[in-house]
Antibody, heavy 118, light 110 residues
Framework: QVQLVQSGAEVKKPGASVKVSCKAS????????INWVRQATGQGLEWMGW????????GYAQKFQGRVTMTRNTSISTAYMELSSLRSEDTAVYYC???????????WGQGTLVTVSS | DIQMTQSPSSLSASVGDRVTITCQAS??????LNWYQQKPGKAPKLLIY???NLETGVPSRFSGSGSGTDFTFTISSLQPEDIATYYC????????????FGPGTKVDIK
């Protein structure tokens, strides 16, 4: 069965960077895009960007351009999302999600809480 | 960037009621519109894709319609387990292939 398993919660200081991992299993990792979506407490879903695990190509929401980097290690079927220059407003649960068809997200990771606090 | 609006932002209905949520895109998105259900503390779940297609395993009381800029999501008979927040999400089929979620609609039982 398809599974996306994310790394554990992180606590970071303002200005630092965080790297969240998303390990895929149950399907061919390089056949589907991985997207990253975040959600601040009590707020809505915010799409951050996509990565094609086969080519490494990426597309980022304008809001995160220059601060986010999405990469992968195909040998271990794992995608990564790194967010730099963290500020308190980046405190949120970060999800990875598999992209399929015309832009739908059919499987999601369990979420990773990133807390930015001095 | 394409913007998405949803209405209402919240609603309260009785078990068995028909519930309708609308989603509007700031420009024509054809049928590249998906609907998700999110329960507290859980990841979102895909319900409807390409505006009107029911995801496998999703109960048939959920449905979607629309194309272009105006879309509708319907629960034909609200059940207690449907209490959740519902989000529309669009896909821009032109490079750089961006996505946007609507602000969400919180549904609870009256």
């Amino acid at each position: 069965q398809v599974q996306l398993v994310q790394s554990g919660a992180e606590v970071k200081k303002p200005g630092a960077s965080v790297k969240v991992s998303c390990k895929a299993s149950g399907y061919t990792f390089t056949s589907y895009d991985i997207n990253w979506v975040r959600q601040a407490t009590g707020q809505g879903l915010e799409w951050m960007g996509w990565m094609n695990p086969n080519s490494g190509n990426t597309g980022y929401a304008q809001k995160f351009q220059g601060r986010v980097t999405m990469t992968r290690n195909t040998s271990i079927s794992t995608a990564y999302m790194e967010l730099s220059s963290l500020r308190s407003e980046d405190t949120a649960v970060y999800y990875c999600a598999r992209g399929i068809g015309y832009g739908r997200f059919d499987y999601w990771g369990q979420g990773t809480l990133v807390t930015v606090s001095s | 960037d394409i913007q998405m609006t949803q209405s209402p932002s919240s609603l309260s209905a009785s078990v068995g009621d028909r519930v309708t949520i609308t989603c509007q895109a700031s420009q024509d998105i054809s049928n590249y519109l998906n609907w998700y259900q999110q329960k507290p503390g859980k990841a979102p779940k895909l319900l409807i894709y390409d505006a009107s297609n029911l995801e496998t395993g999703v109960p048939s009381r959920f449905s979607g319609s629309g194309s272009g800029t105006d879309f509708t999501f319907t629960i034909s008979s609200l059940q207690p387990e449907d209490i959740a927040t519902y989000y529309c999400q669009q896909y821009d089929n032109l490079p750089p292939f961006l996505f946007t979620f609507g602000p969400g609609t919180k549904v609870d039982i009256k």
